[in-house]
């Protein structure tokens, strides 16, 4: 009796509930984590709809339309969303929510979606659930704790459920084979005078993004400046690959910050990744573990990089990398 009273309580929790993914995204085009996080509702179960909310984005929120598995696109543009901002796009969610009743509310685990969630969450005097890397219903969560060293898995009491979702968990969703319905939503009352954007100054580079390159060569304080990255760079370009950086080489200022990978920079896990003149700090480790095959270069045979490389090599950086990138 009590089984099947709670397998009806259970699928009626599932009927209603109703999802809100939050797209990231720059006016013109989505970025990847978006589909991130469409995959993570979708595991929830129930309703989708995905909010696009900026200046003119238009052809970002259009690339939505055939997607799959959506109820709808909702759209708001306004000049206040200029910059993305938190303060600005957080009475825009907060009312979003209050005309569609979601109950959760996603975006992935990026610099956006970690300075707009804890907001929202706050003002909806809910815990956000951060860095979730699982979901095993729709309110048990499993996520990562002390910079990647403990999994957590939580159980969410409160009747909204604000989560970001580390990307490198979730599948990217098909944005083919669907038709979603799209609607406009006011956005009146989201200028504020709490943050203003000025400006931004993207670094231009025609090697893939860490966060989708399939393959990283990345770089430490083994370098020894920046003007020897050229070294990784060459690498790379033979690999097509990303590159990237230990934080100790980004506060040596031998490259800029974008490039960080690890608990204060990005999280990546790509097919292959290779830490040059890394020692494997927790905190480097805590951004490329996940990645699926890791090769170490050090000259260090006790560096705790080679606790979680596939392949190390202990040697000297300077002569291995040139003759790696000669044979390929
Ligand atoms: C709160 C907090 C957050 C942090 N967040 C991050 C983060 O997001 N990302 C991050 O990376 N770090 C982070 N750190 C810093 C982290 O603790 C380490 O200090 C940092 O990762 C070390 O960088 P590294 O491995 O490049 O430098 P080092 O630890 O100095 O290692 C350099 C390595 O290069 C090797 N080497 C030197 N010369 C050569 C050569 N010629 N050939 C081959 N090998 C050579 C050495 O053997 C050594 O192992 C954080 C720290 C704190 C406290």
Redesign the pocket.
């Known amino acids: 009796m009590f089984s099947s009273y709670s397998r009806t309580l259970g699928s009626q929790f599932r009927r209603f509930q109703s999802t809100l993914v939050i797209a990231e995204h720059n006016n013109e085009a989505l970025n990847p984590i978006t589909q991130n996080a469409i995959t993570a509702a979708k595991k929830l179960g129930g309703d989708i709809s995905v909010l696009v909310a900026g200046t003119k984005c238009g052809p970002a929120s259009a690339s939505l339309a055939k997607a799959g598995g959506l109820s709808k696109v909702i759209v708001a543009e306004n000049e206040a969303f200029k910059g993305f901002t938190a303060e600005s796009l957080t009475p825009l969610i907060i009312s979003a929510q209050k005309q569609f009743g979601f109950t959760h509310i996603i975006a992935g685990a990026t610099a956006f979606g970690k300075a707009l969630l804890p907001r929202v969450a706050a003002k909806l005097d809910v815990s956000p659930v951060s860095d979730v890397i699982s979901i095993k219903s729709p309110d048990t969560f499993v996520r990562t704790i002390y910079a990647g060293n403990a999994i957590q898995t939580l159980t969410a009491s409160d009747g909204i459920k604000v989560l970001t979702i580390r990307g490198t968990n979730f599948e990217p969703a098909s944005l083919e084979g669907g038709s979603t319905t799209t609607e406009n939503i006011s956005s009146d009352g989201c200028a504020t005078d709490l943050s203003t954007f000025i400006s931004q100054e993207l670094s231009k580079s025609d090697r893939p993004s860490l966060t989708s390159a399939k393959a990283i060569v990345s770089g430490?304080?083994?370098l020894?400046s920046g003007d020897n990255f050229k070294l990784l760079y060459d690498l790379a370009d033979k690999l097509n690959a990303a590159v990237g950086a230990?934080?100790?080489?980004v506060d040596a200022g031998y490259v800029p910050n974008d490039m960080?990978?690890?608990?204060?920079?990005k999280i990546v896990a790509p097919d292959l990744y290779i830490a040059v003149?890394?020692?494997?700090?927790i905190?480097?480790l805590?951004?490329m573990k996940d990645s699926k095959t890791i090769i170490a270069?050090?000259?260090?045979p006790e560096?705790p990089i080679f606790q979680v490389a596939d392949y190390g090599l202990v040697?000297?950086?300077?002569k291995a990398v040139p003759e790696l990138t000669g044979k390929l």
């Open positions: 430490g304080r083994g020894k230990s934080r100790a080489a960080q990978i690890g608990q204060t920079g003149g890394i020692s494997g700090a905190q480097h805590a951004g270069i050090n000259k260090d560096a040697a000297d950086l300077f």
